[in-house]
């Protein structure tokens, strides 16, 4: 009788195991082949990852993690709709991500959608509201929206609050430039080559401002400075016509004055 119950026994605990593996063994299965799929992303082996993204949803399609990876994959590979589609899956999954959030904004942009960008970043800002990034990013959505006057104040608190972030510096003076407001603009030029001398495009921006103020001869010093770092830059050529107007009127200047 022992016997015979011990056999029963054991073939009831194969069953059961037997049963309990199939789970199991997709979750293993599952977490293998996203586990690939990271490894691959840390590598920028984007389109390999991908496919393990994929093998891995075909098991677990409720996992924000994978859509996520999946969409930072698809990003990186400039399919922005389909980046789009699995960052949106992954929100609808995990609304306190803000990883999540941050890319489905910048994909928006990207996109230009700037509309549903601003909702991903709120959002975002939301989850973390220190975060200068989701900040900034909400700053350039409601640029793209023509909403000029929310984007200045944006920036304007993003210097308040996080003195050292210099892109906002340079995204509210574009804007200042734009509605023809020179002097607060070159104020803010000037800060950024405080924060940052290496930026030294920032040299144009501000001899560009003096020139449109009429202050020639110190629009003529930073032009120098610019073509000094800057000798292949883009607005090269404006600049050295620039400087030749100005050395040519100088020139007229004091030859008139010599004959007086």
Known sequence: MDLYKEGRDLRESQQQTKYMSVPILRHIKKEKFKNVADELRTKCSYRQAIGAYLNSLLIDRNNPETYFGLGICYKNLGNISKAISAFEKAALLDKNNFDVFYELGLCHLSDQTPCKAIK?????????????????????????????????????????????????????????????????????????????????????????????????????????????????????????????????????????????
């Open 120 to 260: 991903c970043f709120i959002h975002a800002i939301e989850i973390d509201p220190e975060n200068a990034d989701a900040i900034y990013n909400l700053g350039l959505a409601h640029e793209q929206c023509d909403e000029q006057d929310m984007a200045l104040m944006i920036y304007q608190k993003l210097i308040e609050n996080t003195p050292n972030y210099v892109q906002a510096y340079i995204r509210k003076s574009s804007i200042l430039m734009k509605m023809e407001m020179y002097k607060s603009a070159l104020e803010l030029y000037k800060q950024v080559i405080k924060i940052n001398p290496k930026l030294t495009k920032t040299f144009f921006e501000i001899g560009l401002c003096l020139d449109k103020l009429g202050r020639q001869k110190e629009a003529r010093r930073y032009y120098h400075k610019f073509l000094e770092n800057k000798p292949e830059d883009e607005n090269a050529n404006y600049v050295m016509k620039r400087v030749e107007i100005f050395r040519r009127k100088a020139s007229e200047k004091n030859f008139a004055l010599s004959l007086v």
